[in-house]
């Protein structure tokens, strides 16, 4: 392609999609040309963002349910306690609800594809910049080291055992060069370090922020404090968390309008960073919320809160996390909500499971399916620096990142916690890990919060994850199955890549 047309080429190629890169940045925009021009650098870093959400075509085929983004969330909530799958279902989230996980899942496999292809574009920029020329592109520069950092941090997480269960065990292929094919898994810890270097490298080089839907110096801090958590460096997460939250940046939604935080993820105070969606973005029926949710004839609606969720939420009704939660009621043929002989409305079901829909990935502007899903923000701050104090013994300061977010949930006096009333609990630690449970629900935290901790997943409960002769299901943390099976597709062309047992 021409030189003289190279910046409308480079426009087009975004609007048409950023599943065009693949070798080069994007088509006509060589790396030995990425550092002359910044509004190319700017073109090809939004590209790396949007192969988040995007439908990249794997294999000849696009799937509007294959976006790395909907794929993150389901594959790390659906494994949990959280959620209850009432039915059968062709969707490969079946498998990651279920823990019949298999080497071809299509969920998996694209989610691999698709991460080390984000990895892919960014190693390309960052190979092609150098660092100093302008806090433009130092900025620009930074927030690939930090895209590099969070999709290594993902993958490792699904495809590896937890850094607590052995840090010499088989990670990830860590990738830090386009030229890279191939390859042997480095181990857990060598992951994680590539993973700290690359954030605190971003962090130095980001000082011109671009807003809430692009990476920061501040979401280095946030990302850090939860990549020191699942690390066990309780002291690191304090001083990340801390770094955070005394910046002055973000603050907690109000009590009234946390609510509609979700919806309005993107203008919030509250968000560090989130994946910017418009309308020309949702997949309505591939969409994230979709099986959370169906209202007026859009979304599947087939996932549920689960039973122990709820009694959990329920211990406080006045919690204004319990809107979160959207029972459909069963109706009349004139629409008429029908209730019970003690006067409460009946929830409706499918196949015998209650409908309690959950609306963290609905209603933005108004669009049932449309949501900007949120990668992180302050109340998982707050949440990672109680666990971190609870596990070094200062519990005082751990309860009052509790309560803090339970106050702003609405709740006070005897639903607040202090070192002398722990209300039955055995640990300041089992506090938190509920606090983190009524606060993230279907943010992609829980399973990974069990199984870092060595904890049991207990899903004795009703759901298609039970099989009909079974009343219990408890999965033990040292399972093969809590994490997934790196994709045929890698085995088959990489001779010295080692399968998950």
Same mark, same amino acid.
């Given at each position: 392609?021409?030189?003289?047309?190279?910046? @409308?080429?480079?426009? %087009?190629?975004?609007?048409?999609?950023?599943?065009?890169?693949?070798?080069?940045?994007?088509?006509?925009?060589?790396? /030995?040309?990425?550092?002359?021009?910044?509004?190319?650098?700017?073109?090809?870093?939004?590209?790396?963002?949007?192969?988040?959400?995007?439908?990249?075509?794997?294999?000849?085929?696009?799937?509007?349910?294959?976006?790395?983004?909907?794929?993150?969330?389901?594959?790390?909530?659906?494994?949990?306690?959280?959620?209850?799958?009432?039915?059968?279902?062709?969707?490969?989230?079946?498998?990651?609800?279920?823990?019949?996980?298999?080497?071809?899942?299509?969920?998996?496999?694209?989610?691999?594809?698709?991460?080390?292809?984000?990895?892919?574009?960014?190693?390309?920029?960052?190979?092609?910049?150098?660092?100093?020329?302008?806090?433009?592109?130092?900025?620009?520069?930074?927030?690939?080291?930090?895209?590099?950092?969070?999709?290594?941090?993902?993958?490792?997480?699904?495809?590896?055992?937890?850094?607590?269960?052995?840090?010499?065990?088989?990670?990830?292929?860590?990738?830090?060069?386009?030229?890279?094919?191939?390859?042997?898994?480095?181990?857990?810890?060598?992951?994680?370090?590539?993973?700290?270097?690359?954030?605190?490298?971003?962090?130095?080089?980001?000082?011109?922020? !671009?807003?809430?839907?692009?990476? #920061?110096?501040?979401?280095?801090?946030?990302?850090?404090?939860?990549?020191?958590?699942?690390?066990?460096?309780? /002291?690191?997460?304090?001083?990340?968390?801390?770094?955070?939250?005394?910046?002055?940046?973000?603050?907690?939604?109000?009590?009234?309008?946390?609510?509609?935080?979700?919806?309005?993820?993107?203008?919030?105070?509250?968000?560090?960073?989130?994946?910017?969606?418009?309308?020309? =973005?949702?997949?309505?029926?591939?969409?994230?919320?979709?099986?959370?949710?169906?209202?007026?004839?859009?979304?599947?609606?087939?996932?549920?809160? #689960?039973?122990?969720?709820?009694?959990?939420?329920?211990?406080?009704?006045? =919690?204004?996390?319990?809107?979160?939660?959207?029972? /459909?009621?069963?109706?009349?043929?004139?629409?008429?909500?029908?209730?019970?002989?003690?006067?409460?409305?009946?929830?409706?079901?499918?196949?015998?499971?209650?409908?309690?829909?959950?609306?963290?990935? #609905?209603?933005?502007?108004?669009?049932?399916?449309?949501?900007?899903?949120?990668?992180?923000?302050?109340?998982?701050?707050?949440?990672?620096?109680?666990?971190?104090?609870?596990? @070094?013994?200062?519990?005082?300061?751990?309860?009052?990142?509790?309560?803090?977010?339970?106050?702003?949930?609405?709740?006070?006096?005897?639903?607040?916690?202090?070192? #002398?009333?722990?209300?039955?609990?055995?640990?300041?630690? =089992?506090?938190?890990? =509920?606090? !983190?449970?009524?606060?993230?629900?279907?943010?992609?935290?829980?399973? %990974?919060?069990?199984?870092?901790?060595? !904890?049991?997943?207990?899903?004795?409960?009703?759901?298609?994850?039970?099989?009909?002769?079974?009343?219990?299901?408890?999965?033990?943390?040292?399972?093969?199955? @809590?994490?997934?099976?790196?994709?045929?597709?890698? @085995?088959?062309?990489?001779?010295?890549?080692?399968?998950?047992?």
């Amino acid at each position: 392609m021409k030189k003289p047309t190279l910046i @409308i080429i480079i426009a %087009f190629s975004l609007l048409l999609s950023a599943c065009e890169l693949s070798l080069t940045p994007y088509d006509g925009m060589t790396k /030995e040309k990425l550092s002359e021009y910044t509004e190319g650098t700017v073109y090809a870093t939004n590209g790396n963002y949007a192969m988040i959400k995007d439908v990249l075509e794997y294999k000849g085929v696009q799937d509007l349910r294959n976006t790395y983004v909907r794929h993150y969330f389901q594959l790390s909530e659906f494994p949990g306690d959280n959620i209850c799958l009432s039915g059968s279902t062709t969707d490969h989230l079946f498998y990651a609800v279920t823990y019949r996980h298999f080497a071809t899942m299509m969920n998996t496999t694209y989610f691999w594809f698709c991460g080390y292809k984000i990895i892919n574009g960014t190693c390309q920029i960052i190979e092609s910049i150098d660092e100093g020329q302008s806090t433009e592109l130092d900025q620009l520069l930074g927030e690939n080291y930090f895209l590099r950092a969070m999709i290594h941090f993902d993958l490792v997480r699904f495809f590896a055992r937890p850094y607590s269960q052995g840090k010499d065990k088989l990670g990830i292929i860590v990738r830090t060069s386009s030229d890279g094919q191939g390859g042997a898994r480095n181990t857990i810890e060598e992951v994680y370090d590539q993973i700290i270097l690359d954030l605190l490298k971003g962090a130095e080089l980001m000082n011109s922020p !671009r807003g809430r839907s692009f990476t #920061s110096k501040e979401a280095v801090w946030a990302l850090l404090s939860r990549v020191y958590l699942y690390m066990e460096d309780n /002291e690191k997460a304090i001083e990340y968390a801390n770094m955070v939250i005394e910046s002055g940046l973000f603050q907690l939604e109000s009590t009234e309008n946390y609510p509609d935080y979700f919806r309005n993820a993107l203008t919030s105070q509250e968000t560090i960073f989130c994946i910017e969606h418009t309308l020309q =973005d949702d997949k309505a029926f591939g969409a994230i919320g979709s099986m959370y949710l169906s209202d007026q004839g859009l979304g599947w609606g087939e996932i549920y809160a #689960s039973l122990p969720l709820r009694n959990l939420l329920n211990k406080n009704p006045d =919690d204004i996390r319990n809107s979160f939660i959207k029972p /459909e009621y069963k109706t009349d043929p004139d629409g008429n909500i029908l209730y019970d002989a003690q006067g409460k409305p009946i929830v409706a079901e499918r196949n015998g499971y209650p409908k309690y829909y959950m609306t963290k990935f #609905s209603y933005q502007d108004g669009v049932i399916t449309l949501s900007s899903p949120v990668i992180l923000r302050l109340a998982e701050v707050y949440l990672n620096r109680a666990e971190a104090y609870a596990k @070094i013994g200062t519990d005082d300061k751990a309860l009052e990142d509790v309560n803090t977010i339970r106050i702003r949930a609405g709740l006070s006096g005897e639903a607040l916690f202090t070192t #002398s009333n722990l209300q039955g609990y055995t640990s300041v630690l =089992d506090i938190v890990l =509920d606090e !983190r449970r009524l606060e993230l629900f279907t943010e992609g935290h829980r399973t %990974f919060d069990i199984y870092r901790n060595n !904890r049991v997943m207990n899903r004795s409960y009703p759901g298609v994850h039970l099989d009909p002769e079974q009343n219990t299901q408890y999965i033990e943390p040292t399972d093969p199955r @809590i994490i997934y099976f790196i994709p045929q597709d890698e @085995i088959l062309v990489n001779s010295e890549m080692i399968q998950n047992s």
